[in-house]
């Protein structure tokens, strides 16, 4: 069993990746630790404790930056609601946050399972960069990183060129990923497409009759609507728990390669774009491994699964 700690910036999405994580039979989630990014942090933190409510899990919550190592905080409460969980509104979580900062709990666990511990990154990667700075032995500690972020293909979410995660909060990013943390990038693409649900299986969700599905239908018809006044289509991209269902099991990934990869930090027009080192021109630390292809069909069967054990 995979011992793992979630980072996250808890949105509607973040919420079905947890679900995920905390349902599935091959993880062990050590902790969760907040971000601000879609939210606050203290939105999100209380988020993550409406989550564990739901599932009837305990598992140690810790805040912690509440905003980028350079920036002022941008929220994304026009795609993730006022409350992060789609404009929905849920009884007060039972369980409080833990009093440690969630750098230091990052620190302190990494420790405690040298080689075993394992990331799973789904917001801005503010916490990950200040514990490395503080604690550099982090990149020996950690066994993998998996990060939702950045764009593998240059087209964007929050602008153009730039995926949100890794916009907004570039430097920290930048550090991160030009650690020597062993890192697989999740780019926001891979959810596009046929990765994303259309309306046959989102009926599907909502007629179940679990109180999981009822609450990831809830929470996301918010976002549904949102892309559907964007773009015309009537999809729900899921790329948090698509990153989410790679680490529980890596085969999802059919594809991918080992690259250098830098953050444009200067640039406004190209404020967090994931420059991918392709063929290998630059003499960096090939660190990041890049999935450039899911398998869909595993992907869905994989979050219907865990959706719907429990009723």
Known sequence: MKRIIIDTDVGT??????IMALRSPAVRVEAITTVSGNVPVGRATKNALIVLDLCGVDVPVFAGAAAPLRRPPHFAFHIHGATGLGDTHWPEPVKKPEEENAVAALIRLASQYRGELELVTLGPLTNIALALKQEPRLVKWIRTCTVMGGSIHGMGNVTPAAEYNI?????????????????????????????????????????????????????????????????????????????????????????????????????????????????????????????????????????????????
Do not use: Y
């Open 13 to 18: 999405d973040d919420a079905v990746a947890l």
């Open 167 to 311: 916009w907004s909060d570039p430097e920290a990013a930048d550090i991160v990923l030009q650690s020597d943390l062993p890192i697989a990038l999740v780019g926001w693409e891979l959810c596009t497409g046929d990765a994303a649900l259309v309306q046959e299986e989102l009926d599907t969700l909502a007629r179940d009759r679990s109180k999981l599905t009822r609450f990831v239908a809830e929470i996301n018809r918010f976002s549904i609507k949102v892309k559907a006044a964007l773009t015309g289509e009537n999809k729900l991209n899921l790329p948090d728990p698509l990153a989410m269902a790679i680490a529980i099991d890596r085969s999802l990934c059919m594809k991918s390669s080992a690259h250098a990869v830098m953050v444009e930090t200067d640039s406004e027009l190209t404020r967090g774009v994931t420059v991918i080192d392709r063929h290998f021109q630059w003499k960096k630390n090939r660190n990041v491994e890049i999935c450039w292809q899911v398998d869909v069909k595993k992907w869905k069967e994989l979050l219907f699964e865990l959706l719907k054990e429990q009723a």
